[in-house]
């Protein structure tokens, strides 16, 4: 069963905080991003933080101020373009969830930003279907997170563990309406592709660009069994 998806988004008290510890100030220079500082800056980039499909890395993301306010501007498309119909709404809201990346070198940021990011889907979309909410897509919302918000260091592009691995990113495209495919990329080889290319990270490639080979390719899954082909 999916746990917590009826607690509230964290949005205010602890999460809101701009320092959790002098400790952590001084040993990883930790210090959060505030609301109105987000949203200002998003605002300098509306159209792409309202635009459903358009991919976010921060990489050094905390709790997710950044990427809580970018996810609350996508799901509030998909509610006035999709809101109407269930599977509509299941279908492009996972789209919304899957172009958010991050990273963080503290584990309970990661815990924390997952779960911040899994309640506000899943609130939504209770408020909206209620008793018809489905299992599965509230299933493939937290596989998703699991894989796009990495604990990891952005600085040596590697994970935050015993042993330390390339940062690894999968891509989630649509195809045929309710089916994805993902593809996995090496973190190392997706920067060196826009420096290559003076292109930004995750933006859509131009037809001369340098494509990296992914690491790892799945076969083409229903969105509701994401989590199945692993």
């Known amino acids: 069963m999916i746990q917590d998806e009826n607690q509230p988004v964290p949005d205010n008290g602890t999460m809101n905080r701009q320092v959790i510890s002098k400790e952590r100030v001084a040993e990883r220079?930790?210090?959060?991003?505030?609301?109105r500082e987000v949203n200002a800056m998003l605002d300098l980039v509306r159209q792409e933080s309202e635009r459903i499909d358009s991919r976010f890395l921060e990489p050094a993301c905390g709790h997710g101020?950044?990427?809580?306010?970018?996810?609350?501007?996508?799901?509030?498309?998909?509610?006035?373009?999709?809101?109407k119909s269930q599977l509509d709404f299941e279908r492009y809201g996972i789209i919304a969830v899957s172009s958010i990346y991050g990273i963080d070198i503290q584990k309970d940021n990661v815990e924390d930003c997952r779960m911040r990011l899994f309640q506000l889907y899943s609130q939504k979309y209770k408020e909206l279907f209620k008793?018809?909410?489905?299992?599965?897509?509230?299933?493939?919302?937290?596989?998703?997170?699991?894989?796009?918000?990495?604990?990891?260091?952005?600085?040596?592009?590697?994970?935050?563990?015993?042993?330390?691995?390339?940062?690894?990113?999968?891509?989630w495209s649509p195809v045929n309406g309710s089916m994805i495919k993902r593809r996995d990329f090496a973190f190392h080889t997706l920067l060196s592709s826009a420096h290559n290319n003076d292109l930004p990270l995750f933006s859509d490639l131009g037809e001369d660009a340098f494509i990296p080979e992914p690491v790892r390719e799945y076969p083409l899954t229903h969105f509701l069994r994401i989590s199945d082909v692993e």
């Open 29 to 35: 220079g930790e210090v959060f991003t505030s609301e």
């Open 65 to 83: 101020n950044f990427l809580a306010e970018i996810l609350k501007r996508k799901l509030s498309i998909v509610h006035n373009k999709y809101g």
């Open 131 to 171: 008793d018809s909410c489905k299992e599965d897509c509230l299933l493939s919302v937290k596989f998703i997170l699991s894989k796009n918000i990495v604990w990891g260091d952005a600085l040596t592009l590697t994970t935050v563990c015993d042993k330390k691995e390339p940062i690894v990113f999968p891509e």
